[in-house]
């Protein structure tokens, strides 16, 4: 998956729902997963607007013109060049620290996810245009 | 179960431990699960003052009469009426993404739940009153 | 394990992917668990600077100054003597249920956790210092 980076929520339900199905596990639980330290993965309703209000709220919360010093080593290491400081994500690993990067648990029963009526699993970007991947392991019978 | 509303935590410790035992499984993984996109499950001290504090520290991170572009939906929708803002809940739309909707997994160990001396399932509403349900989910044998 | 307290954060990876290999699943989920009420279980990147500056983020978030109703309780009930304000840690159960404490489920293939390639296992101690423990439970075959 190509994210288009700064902050973008994907959608990943019906790639889940798929690969649920795939395991053949009819009773269990899925545990949906990032293994990216500048992602993480949500339950919730994607729409109206709210998902806006999250990131302003986020970008709040964890300032991107804050000082954090992984930019300092990230500069001196030539990871990223002096130029380009818009790439320093020192910001992106603390919003991934603060939500939680690592992996949702959702019950399975009859070989479908037990989400609620307004319930979406999502993908969040919390970092610059990347390419990412998520993993889905199904465990039970 | 119907929840009083206004950012309140429920004990559900028994009923869970409850359904792990119905459920007969020894050694395994419970999966406690809200459904819902404004609750979220959580594995903590219950007293003290403490919840109270948690509960003025969320509104400070997240305040209610901020502006949340959902709510502007849900005016749009008709979903609520223009008297009823005190019914917009964008803010809860935000606190439930903060602090992550998903289920919690906890050990099982001999048919009991493995929680720390102090530790007790909690659920918590971040809207206003409402009817809300929460699964458990057990896998192992 | 015995803490240093203060915002400390412990790697446990290679501990955790020991239990794992011992547990004998192939193919499954470990679910890695604290039971005390201020430890929090993550999973990122623990170098760079960054964790100084995820700690920095959650002291302005969660002051220690701040009034926290935990605190008179500790003192009235003389868990903590009034000299020992330093010891109160109200801001710590707060940080905790911010952060959620209970445990993280990774997926597990081939005997191996699935951890990404910047991914660590991490204990944090959001109290003084304390001995702690924490659990792997390991689902699957």
């Keep these: 998956m190509r994210t288009t980076g700064g902050l973008r929520i994907h959608d990943?339900?019906?790639s889940v729902a798929e690969a649920v199905r795939e395991s053949g596990v009819?009773?269990?639980v899925a545990c949906v997963y990032s293994p990216h330290t500048t992602c993480c993965i949500r339950i919730t309703e994607p729409h109206n607007g709210f998902l806006d209000s999250f990131v302003d709220l986020l970008r709040e919360l964890v300032p991107h013109d804050h000082y954090y010093a992984h930019d300092d080593w990230d500069k001196r290491t030539e990871n990223i060049c002096p130029e380009d400081v818009e790439f320093a994500n020192g910001h992106s690993h603390c919003m991934a620290m603060l939500l939680g990067t690592a992996g949702e648990s959702i019950p399975v029963r009859d070989g479908e996810?037990?989400?609620g009526e307004w319930q979406r699993v999502l993908f969040l970007e919390l970092d610059r245009e990347r390419d990412r991947r998520w993993l889905v392991?199904?465990?039970?019978?």
């Design 137 to 141: 392991q199904v465990v039970g019978s």
């Design 12 to 14: 990943i339900t019906d």
């Design 26 to 28: 009819r009773d269990g």
């Design 113 to 115: 996810l037990l989400l």
